[in-house]
């Protein structure tokens, strides 16, 4: 894992740095004494781990967590234990006090490293079938996952649009049904009523995404998660 440490005192800096190179699995791409030089790493560097102190001058570690829209894996490292709440509830891999054992500090990095090792395999997961059947037409229809470009939610109807034909499929189903069908796939529920391909997106403009010849709209609070998806 590539990772940063951010601490305004130099000699828990340096002591951070010792214990980070005795971790093989680790790759300190630099040190940082405060949250203006990490910002910067972040904006040029791939990070997946933060070792990151929070009583810190200007911006504390727990705001320049907050900050992150993008958030790398962060464990803290402090002498302040009246912080371990707030930290566990920002979601931190773990929460270490000052002085910090090498054994601690290495129990700490483990538990980030299987967070990471799941994380990048559950990212691209396919189902053991190429497609689902739904009720259509008084028949059984089957739908292809690779067929599909976008689904359209209609109250207690969905229509799903295939690249394969002009005319959506309509059948009796949830969004919430479709979504947990697809979710495994490379879909994506981007408003209330529409899941699209990402696959099959030609552009996105203005909160809206051009696919199959159709504009569908994208949600504000769909909006940051689809960047991220599309980005990655």
């Not at 990151?52 to 234990?81: C, H, R, W």
Request: proline letters at 4%; charged letters at 25%; a negative charge.
């Amino acid at each position: 894992m590539r990772c940063i440490a951010v601490d305004d005192e130099p000699l828990a800096l340096d002591l951070l740095e010792d214990n980070i190179k005795q971790v093989p699995n680790l790759h300190l791409v630099k040190t940082c004494q405060n949250a203006f030089e990490a910002m910067e790493v972040l904006q040029t560097e791939p990070i997946d781990l933060i070792f990151l102190d929070i009583q810190m001058p200007g911006i504390t570690g727990i705001q320049f967590l907050k900050s992150l829209t993008n958030n790398p894996l962060v464990i803290f490292i402090t002498a302040y234990e009246q912080f371990a709440l707030e930290g566990f509830e920002l979601d931190v891999v773990d929460y270490l006090l000052k002085p910090v054992s090498f054994e601690r500090f290495l129990k700490a990095c483990n538990k980030a490293q299987e967070i990471f090792n799941l994380k990048s395999h559950t990212v691209q997961v396919k189902p053991t079938e190429e497609y689902f059947f739904v009720n259509a037409d008084y028949s059984l229809v089957k739908i292809r996952y690779a067929d599909i470009t976008y689904i359209e939610g209609l109250k207690d109807y969905i229509k799903i649009y295939l690249s394969t034909q002009s005319r959506p499929v309509i059948t009796r189903m949830t969004m919430k049904s479709i979504e947990e069908k697809l979710q495994v796939m490379n879909f994506m529920r981007v408003h209330k009523s529409f899941i699209v391909s990402l696959d099959k997106i030609d552009s996105i403009r203005n909160l809206k995404i051009n696919i199959a010849n159709a504009t569908v709209p994208v949600s504000e609070q769909y909006a940051e998660d689809l960047l991220k998806r599309i980005n990655r």
